[in-house]
């Protein structure tokens, strides 16, 4: 059971935007920045995102990130078809005493 | 370039214990936060908890009381050990590296490393 809620699937042509959210309380994304973790087919998860909207380096300016309150987002401008992975939310949670996770959301590329 | 490698057996059997360890080189291991995280097949992350180089540990409470990290300084890696697992304890385990970016103002924490992951299966 994660602490966060994201969407299971998202879906877009390419050259689309796109956008992930991913819902939180107080105790998590109320308090805390958030970071964007893509995993690519058969591979780690890799850092995309950080502090909400940072993007890690080598990440292209096509990801954007945002939070309000106790939710944030993630959104994918001008799709491309090497974008088609899983994308997880995390933040540290005060309740947890540890980090958490969304559930992920599959993003595929029509 | 910091790189973590898991190893450990591949399948184990329920009710024992699985062991992993994570080998750290291109870096020290001193002065991070190492992690240990899973992901159960077609399912998503889920983080186990972590240990600092002066021994402090963190654990997810879904886990309980099931759960030991080390830390071997010396040999510049980290270990796992998960008692009395049962089939839902299968699934590919991470470790990961806290690293963290500073802005000036604000420290933002991170899994900037992460090891190829392992595949470990319970079953009899």
């Known amino acids: 059971q994660s602490i966060l809620t994201q969407p299971l699937s998202a879906s877009g042509t390419p050259g689309q935007r796109v956008l992930i959210s991913c819902s939180g309380d107080s105790s998590n994304i109320g308090h805390y920045p958030v970071n964007w973790y893509q995993q690519l087919p058969g591979s780690a998860p890799k850092l995309l995102m950080y502090g909400n909207s940072q993007r890690h380096s080598g990440v292209p300016d096509r990801f954007s990130g945002s939070k309000s309150g106790t939710s944030a987002s993630l959104a994918i401008s001008g799709l491309r078809s090497e974008d088609e992975a899983d994308y997880y939310c995390a933040v540290w949670d005060d309740t947890l005493n540890g980090w958490g996770f969304g559930g992920g959301t599959k993003l595929t590329v029509l | 370039q910091v790189q973590l490698q898991e190893s450990g057996p591949g399948l184990v059997k329920p009710s024992e214990t699985l062991s992993l360890t994570c080998i750290v080189s291109g870096g020290s291991i001193s002065n991070y936060y190492w992690s240990w995280i899973r992901q159960s097949a077609g399912k998503g992350l889920e983080w186990i908890g972590r240990i600092y180089t002066n021994g402090a540990t963190n654990n997810n409470p879904s886990l309980k009381s099931r759960v030991t990290m080390s830390v071997d300084k010396s040999k510049n890696q980290f270990s796992l050990k998960l008692r009395s697992v049962t089939a839902a304890d299968t699934g590919v385990y991470y470790c990961?590296?806290?690293?963290?970016?500073?802005?000036?103002?604000?420290?933002?924490?991170?899994?900037?490393?992460w090891g190829r992951g392992k595949l470990v299966t319970v079953s009899s």
């Open positions: 990961a590296r806290s690293g963290y970016f500073y802005d000036s103002t604000d420290y933002f924490y991170v899994f900037d490393y």
